[in-house]
């Protein structure tokens, strides 16, 4: 069974053993970090962005044997990702495809689409308390009150937790490797 | 728009904008009177990592004014065409955007208590006014929630309270600095 804090290479590991729950878990720990590149890297219409979404996880699904390094498994994924998307792109417009290649990419867009991802994963890393406290407030707009209330924590002390769990997530991500970046270069 | 555009707006017989765009309006200046506390106190240590949560909370105020606007006016819209079914809708979505200013504008009050705790002594009398102020806005905010519930015993009359004597608890710390 793995853990909310099961690394990438562990949920590589079990999905190739052929553990469905670890499929699902792959999808959900990348399925904002493909859309990123869908959306924003490459702008895709939304009424592609979708089969698009899909098709990568279908050919993920198919080519998982393929991955040698499975912490690598990000990376791979925007590989695969950043092809179906120039693959749908050319298909839908009207001006030569050669002018349709790895420029076509938003850059900047995809380089906050994997900081994004980097504190995704550094936050991961944090305590379990941490990273509900984090996730409340930044990702779902709860107010402290409702934090508060809802975690049984005095009123007055949300501002100050979420301070330290800040500095915490700067710890982890100041000491994370440099891996190789959605746009495919080592940052 | 301009302050003196906004008064003149304000003060025309036309229903909106009102009361929520003011409590809007004031929330936006609690907020800036943080910003220029947290900078006027440096970025770095205990206030660097409140600076995150104040660009948070600014951009969830982003447009709020809009919302509660904009609902308003079509809960009003819908209580004219007597449509029941719209009336409903209508009411919710304005309930939801004032129960959500009034998360915000707790959550402005509290910053600047915490602000008002470690900023330049210099500067803690603006955070005090900013907590005070943003407590205003959340008193108004709970006010309006409450006039736009349609069952008594709904929730959110709850939710909208409890967040306005948050915001007063914030505001009554912060002056008392």
């Given at each position: ?5 099961a690394s990438?290479s562990q949920?590589?590991?079990a ?6 729950d670890?499929?699902q878990r792959l999808?959900e720990?990348?399925d904002?970090y ?7 890297g ?8 979708e ?6 996880f279908?050919k993920a699904?198919?080519r998982l044997g ?5 912490d ?5 994924l925007?590989g695969?990702t950043?092809?179906?998307c120039?693959?749908r792109?050319?298909?839908?417009v009207?001006e030569?495809?050669?002018s349709?290649d ?6 900047a ?5 994997e900081?994004?991802?980097d504190?995704d ?12 406290i984090?996730?409340?407030?930044f ?6 009150a409702?934090i ?10 949300i ?6 769990c800040l500095?915490?997530?700067?710890v982890?991500?100041?000491?994370r490797?440099?891996p ?8 | ?17 009102a009361s929520?765009t003011a409590a ?7 907020l800036?009177?943080v910003?220029?506390v ?6 770095d240590g205990p206030m660097g990592a409140l ?10 105020l982003?447009?709020?004014g809009?919302?509660?606007?904009a609902?308003y006016?079509?809960a009003?819209d819908a209580?004219?065409?007597?449509d029941r ?5 209508g009411?919710?979505?304005a309930?939801?955007?004032?129960l ?8 402005v009050?509290?910053?600047a208590?915490?602000?008002?705790d470690?900023?330049d ?6 955070a005090?006014?900013?907590a005070?102020?943003a407590?205003?806005a959340?008193a108004?905010?709970a ?10 015993a709904?929730e959110?009359?709850?939710?909208a ?6 915001a007063?608890?914030?505001?009554a710390?912060?002056?008392a600095?």
């Amino acid at each position: 069974m793995l853990t909310a804090a099961a690394s990438d290479s562990q949920i590589v590991a079990a999905c190739r053993a052929g553990d469905r729950d670890a499929w699902q878990r792959l999808v959900e720990r990348f399925d904002r970090y493909v859309l990123g590149i869908i959306r924003h890297g490459y702008r895709v219409p939304p009424q592609d962005a979708e089969d698009v979404f899909q098709e990568v996880f279908i050919k993920a699904y198919a080519r998982l044997g393929d991955l040698r390094n499975d912490d690598a498994i990000g990376p791979w994924l925007a590989g695969i990702t950043r092809r179906t998307c120039l693959t749908r792109l050319r298909t839908r417009v009207d001006e030569p495809v050669d002018s349709l290649d790895e420029e076509t990419a938003d850059e900047a867009a995809l380089e906050q689409v994997e900081r994004a991802m980097d504190v995704d994963a550094a936050l991961r890393r944090l305590p379990e308390a941490c990273q509900e406290i984090l996730e409340r407030f930044f990702r779902d707009d709860q107010p402290y009150a409702q934090i508060a209330a809802e975690l049984g924590l005095p009123a007055g002390t949300i501002a100050s937790r979420i301070s330290r769990c800040l500095s915490k997530l700067k710890v982890e991500l100041e000491g994370r490797q440099e891996p190789v970046s959605a746009s495919g270069h080592t940052r | 728009m301009h302050l003196e555009e906004l008064t003149e707006r304000m003060s025309a017989p036309e229903p909106t904008p009102a009361s929520g765009t003011a409590a809007t309006v004031v929330l936006e200046l609690a907020l800036a009177l943080v910003v220029k506390v947290v900078a006027r106190s440096g970025n770095d240590g205990p206030m660097g990592a409140l600076t995150s949560q104040v660009r948070a909370v600014h951009r969830r105020l982003e447009g709020e004014g809009d919302r509660v606007e904009a609902t308003y006016t079509a809960a009003l819209d819908a209580l004219a065409a007597g449509d029941r079914l719209a009336i409903g809708q209508g009411v919710g979505e304005a309930l939801d955007a004032v129960l959500r200013l009034a998360g915000t504008a707790a959550d402005v009050a509290e910053l600047a208590r915490a602000v008002a705790d470690r900023c330049d002594p210099v500067a803690r009398p603006d955070a005090a006014a900013a907590a005070a102020l943003a407590a205003a806005a959340a008193a108004v905010a709970a006010h309006l929630a409450g006039l736009n519930l349609l069952a008594a015993a709904d929730e959110r009359a709850g939710k909208a309270r409890a967040l306005a004597d948050a915001a007063a608890a914030s505001a009554a710390a912060a002056l008392a600095t």
